[in-house]
Structures are given as structure tokens and as C-alpha cells.
């Protein structure tokens, strides 16, 4: 007798958070903003050699209470309201691991003093303890709200706000759902390559990877796609950052399901000027 195979269930998708870094381009530049880009190192199982932004899952640590009490700039219960519904922990947890995936892999750290003021790494005693908290991280010594409290700092969150939400294809035999915050540069903090997870780290004028991208030199997934061609319609960065200031999406999905305020783009037709 024959029988019929049923469909294997799709994976359920991880909680994971990245950071798309941020700086006004040189004056004179072609472009008004600058993105800050990196490649995944080519033996990953998920998306090796792809250009994407820095971020990876959410650890369960993340939305342990330890690490929640060590931030500032943005309340628990305003975050719940920002992901409404979100499953399998508290919705803060992606901002921490947002400010812990830009620390491991950029070396820039969004942190107060015991003050509140925000840190300034032109200060050597600042340097030398962001260097310790990140060498500390990557060894898996302890927590990261442990390694941030050991060095007397909070997180400063309200350099973050929310720019999209991705979930990877039912297809994927690995799946994320994903949510992607701004962050404009510290100016005092500029990234890093690491080697452990990345093989390259560059600025990038959005509109210039976006065309890349098109011509098949920069191979991305829908987020860092979308991502490059959304920013490359603002105009400064003080735009890009009232714009989101309601601490909603502005596009979503996987590539049938784009949210966006203007009506009508074509996201496969480069429409940027040469």
C-alpha cells in the first residue's frame, strides 16, 4: 500500500538581533550616509561568505533579569509594546543581544558609567576596560551582564531604534527571526575586524551596495538587500533617525511581504544615480 509522505514541519526560527551601524559620509561624498558592513566567514553553516550586518541569536542570558537590570535608555514594558506578541522571553532581550553581537564583532561597546554619562573611549581607562569586557565575552568567562557590571557599566540602549523584522524561509533547515536596530557611530568608537565569525569589515555608502549587490559582487540575503536600499533614500542621517522614532518597522518580512512608507519602489531596478 502506498502512503503518502507528509510534509516535514518547517523549523521554528530563532531569536536573533543585529545592528546596522550608521555615520554621515565625508562632505562632498556621493552619498549622505555611510553603512557599516560585514562579511560572515565562508565555513558558517548559515549564510557563509554572505555580506550582512553584525548581530547573531539571542542568548538565553539576554533576557535573564541580571542583564535587563544593567540597561538604561529604554524601560521592559516599552519594549513589550515595540514587539507586541513576541514569544520565549522578555522583548528587551533583543536589544541586549543588539549591544552584545556589535561589541563581539565590531569592538564598540553602547554603555554608560556608573554616572549615567555615556562612556568615551578616548579615555584610556575606558579602552582598556571595553577591551577586557570583550576578550572576557568571546572566552564565555561569564555573562554578559556579569562582564558589563564587573567594568561598572550599564547598557545605553537609547542608541538603538528599530528598523526591520525578517523571519528566514519555512524552507531553511535554519531559521531566525530577526530584528535589525539603527545605531549611529559613536564618535569616539570606530569598528573593528574580528576574525572569529567575519572575514571582512567595511563602510559602505548604502546606494553603492546596493548597486553591488545587483551586479552580483556582494552576495546578501533580503535583510542587508532591503536594508541598503532603504537607507539609501534618506538624506541625512537626522533624517533616518526622526524617522524612527516611533519605534516601529518600517518593512518586514521575507521578500513577498515588504511594508514600507512610500508606495510603488522597485526593489530590483537600481534607481540610484551612478
Known sequence: MV???SAPSPVEPKAAASVVLVRPAAPGASEPLEVYMIR?????KFLGGFYAFPGGKVDPE???????????????AAAERIFPGDAGGPALAFWVTAVRELL?????????DASGRLVRADDPGVIAAIERCRKALMAAEAPFAALVA????????????????????RSSPIRFTARFFLCPAPPDQAPRL????????????????????????????????YGLAYLAQFSSLDDLWAAHADGRHKFHGII???????????????????
Open 3 to 5: 502512503t503518502e509522505m
Open 40 to 44: 560572515r566567514n565562508k565555513g558558517m
Open 62 to 76: 539576554d533576557g535573564a533579569p541580571e542583564a535587563l537590570a544593567r540597561c538604561r535608555g529604554l524601560a521592559p
Open 104 to 112: 563581539e564583532e565590531s569592538g564598540i561597546l553602547l554603555a554608560c
Open 150 to 169: 564587573r567594568e561598572g557599566f550599564t547598557l545605553d540602549l537609547s542608541r538603538l531604534r528599530y528598523l526591520s523584522h525578517f523571519i528566514t524561509p
Open 194 to 225: 574580528f576574525t572569529e565569525e567575519t572575514s571582512e569589515g567595511f563602510w559602505i555608502h548604502p546606494g553603492e551596495g546596493y548597486r553591488r549587490f545587483l551586479a552580483g559582487e556582494l552576495a546578501m540575503a533580503e535583510p542587508a538587500e
Open 256 to 274: 513577498d511581504r515588504i511594508d514600507v512608507f512610500w508606495d510603488g519602489f522597485d526593489w530590483k531596478t537600481n534607481r540610484f544615480p551612478a
